[in-house]
């Protein structure tokens, strides 16, 4: 079968799964780049020409370019996923992609925020303009519920119930989050603003809005958060919305408030080792204190 053709399927099948727009362009452009390397490069045409040694010649060709090792990861879980579709449609007896190796990727421990730098982030925003009251309540809700920047930046304002939030996260999976005392009480201080800033006004259905009341852009909600961190002397340490969610789970695991499961559910993990990654960056003070309260002769009866 033509490469071309059976990529062509491949698409059409992924469409009708309901893969999100940002998912079908990586995978695109990705198996795009790997049928030009085996029709230019190695003068394969065909599905059943291409082995397992093209595939390897191809990471190979990766890292000679210097690509990251993640990067290399990333990149070939889609080439993977096609061809064990193309087994599953029985147009391949075996996936070819499956005994190619992917290079180690470094584990890197985070540095998170600290509750006190968290509290200085949301502080460093007032209620006196309708901006500040949206981005103090930006950073309290990525505090309080980990939920993912395309999460908050798809918002709808009908979904941000009395005390949950139903959000729409990755692959058009719906769950909801909770809304705490603490997170409510911004919330409805925002949403007075918001309803005064915008009155007779023409605005979108999102929940955070921009001045022009349009939905927030992916670097307009970045700014947000850096503008953030440099109010607060926050240094040293990565500030994205992508951060909040790292504290929140850790706050969350380490403070005993959560078992990794349910907070699996919350984040919206397809899989429980995703959740168990955040693990890897509590640092020695905080792994003593787990490891103290959890001690079997710490908690005999006496």
């Known amino acids: 079968m033509e490469l071309e053709d059976v990529l062509k399927e491949y698409y059409y099948y992924c469409e009708a799964k309901g893969f999100t727009k940002k998912t079908m362009i990586n995978k695109r452009q ?18 059943e020409s291409v082995t397992t040694y ?16 993640q990067s290399i990861v990333s990149m070939f879980k889609i080439i993977r996923a096609f061809f064990s579709w193309c087994v599953k449609e029985e147009y391949l007896s075996f996936n070819i992609a499956s005994k190619v190796e992917t290079p180690n990727v470094p584990k890197k421990i985070l540095k998170g925020f600290t509750g006190k730098e968290v509290h200085s982030m949301m502080e460093a925003f007032t209620y006196k303009t309708y901006l500040e009251a949206r981005n103090k309540a930006i950073i309290a809700m990525l505090a309080d519920t980990g939920i993912r920047a395309m999460e908050i930046r798809g918002l709808e304002t009908v979904n941000v119930k009395e005390t ?18 603490a997170l409510k009480r911004i919330l409805i201080k925002y949403e ?16 955070f809005l921009s001045y022009v009341g349009s939905g927030l852009s992916h670097v307009a909600l970045d700014s947000v958060v850096k503008e953030a961190g440099k109010r607060a002397g926050v240094a040293g340490k990565r500030v994205s919305p992508h951060s909040f969610r790292h504290f929140y789970a850790v706050s969350c695991l380490n403070e005993g408030k959560m078992d990794v499961y349910s907070l699996s559910r919350l984040l919206g993990h397809s899989d429980i080792s995703v959740t168990q990654r955040y693990l890897q960056s509590m640092n020695d003070e905080q792994l003593l204190s787990k490891a103290i309260t959890s001690s079997p002769l710490m908690n005999l009866k006496k």
């Open 54 to 69: 093209d595939l390897k010649a191809y990471v190979r060709l990766k890292q000679i370019a210097g690509l990251q090792p």
């Open 164 to 181: 949950t939030i139903l959000v729409n996260g990755k692959g058009n999976k719906e769950r909801n989050v909770f809304i705490s005392p």
């Open 30 to 47: 990705e198996l795009k780049q790997v049928m030009e390397y085996l029709v230019q490069k190695r003068a394969i045409t065909e599905l």
């Open 192 to 207: 007075r603003m918001k309803k005064q800033y915008f009155k007779d006004k023409a605005i979108t259905t999102n929940y």
